[in-house]
């Protein structure tokens, strides 16, 4: 799906990005299978914003993630960030590159080695980095422990001994402390409970104001995305199906698979979006459907639509939609079955 955003030099550039994993057989000669985790992704992310990346889980968010980083390597497509070749890179080069790409991952406690204090995992990154000297780094943890709203008293505990939103916040302490570009935030708040959702949030968006950061911001809650970010972009089966600025994405949504989502959303505001389920099964990622992937389940489906895959459609600035018929929300009825 083409990108439409509106930098014209984005800090992050991808394009085309795929991955297929092979998929084992008890068979010694069988012909080998792939899972498509994610084909022809393209997007771009402007200085200083957070693009939300939202769909169903096991719809490839994550792997996309971890792709852009090059903590998977990517079967197909580039990754340009500041106008550099993410995937040329030698293992030295995206050794120093990682200091400006970091993650924040869902798990706060399994991506926090129980056998460290707070104090030693946020200083491990500059260690490893050889930035600066024993001085220079307790000077940072205090500044770190301060900005995520934790205390000097906090240094010498184990991941244990903290809450889970504590935790969140030694992560994002942790991934920070090289003073880095672009974050990605791969649900990052999704394992914790609402209020501290909240609380994580608004840190979130006060480091990225205050240190000038960019995010790649993975959920599936609409809400959260909705309160983050500048841009959505919404996948489905290893596909970027819509994408376009929050308001158009929120207020007009124009992809079947974008208006389902946000129909099944529960809303108490009378006469709004009543609750549905969207038809059938997701389809298997090693044996995706024909033409439009969606097309199984959506709505409106004609038989051009399991034929021929769809191009991106320019719906209004900086928001297209993958769709042979994409219209404005609610022209699809609500619960209508899906065609044969």
Do not use: W
Not at 1 to 7: E, F
Request: proline share 8%; aromatic share 6%.
């Amino acid at each position: 799906m083409t990108d439409t955003s509106p930098s014209a030099e984005p800090l992050l550039k991808v394009d085309g990005l795929s991955r297929k994993f092979v998929l084992g057989s008890r068979k010694p000669f069988a012909e080998k299978r792939y899972l498509h985790a994610v084909d022809n992704v393209s997007f771009s992310i402007a200085r200083g914003e957070t693009l939300g990346l939202v769909g169903e889980s096991g719809c490839g968010k994550t792997t996309t993630g971890r792709l852009v980083l090059r903590l998977i390597e990517p079967t197909g497509g580039s990754v340009s960030f500041r106008g550099e070749d993410v995937l040329a890179k030698s293992p030295q080069q995206l050794r120093r590159l990682r200091q400006d790409m970091q993650i924040i991952f869902q798990d706060p406690f399994g991506a926090l080695n129980p056998r460290m204090t707070a104090g030693e995992l946020i200083v491990e990154p500059m260690v490893i980095h050889n930035i600066g000297d024993s001085v220079s780094r307790e000077s940072r943890l205090r500044k770190l422990l301060d900005l995520v709203g934790l205390t000097p008293a906090h240094a010498s505990r184990f991941p244990h001994e903290f809450s889970g939103g504590q935790r969140q916040r030694l992560c994002i302490a942790r991934a920070i402390s090289l003073e880095p570009g672009f974050i990605v935030c791969d649900e990052a708040v999704s394992a914790l409970d609402v209020s501290v959702q909240a609380q994580v949030l608004n840190l979130l968006q006060d480091l990225k104001h205050e240190l000038g950061l960019t995010y790649l911001f993975i959920s599936h809650d609409l809400g959260v995305v909705r309160h983050i970010s500048e841009r959505v972009a919404v996948m489905y089966l290893g596909q970027i199906v819509e994408m376009g600025p929050r308001a158009a994405i929120f207020e007009s949504p124009s992809h079947p698979y974008t208006q389902a989502l946000l129909n099944s959303v529960p809303s108490a505001a009378k006469g709004r979006r009543s609750f549905f389920t969207i038809p059938g099964d997701v389809p298997s990622a090693a044996n995706p459907p024909s033409g439009c992937r969606f097309h199984t389940r959506c709505p409106i489906a004609q038989s051009i639509c399991s034929t021929t895959a769809p191009p991106a459609t320019r719906l209004g600035p900086g928001h297209t939609a993958a769709c042979h018929f994409a219209a404005p929300f609610n022209a699809i009825p609500v619960g209508a079955p899906a065609s044969a």
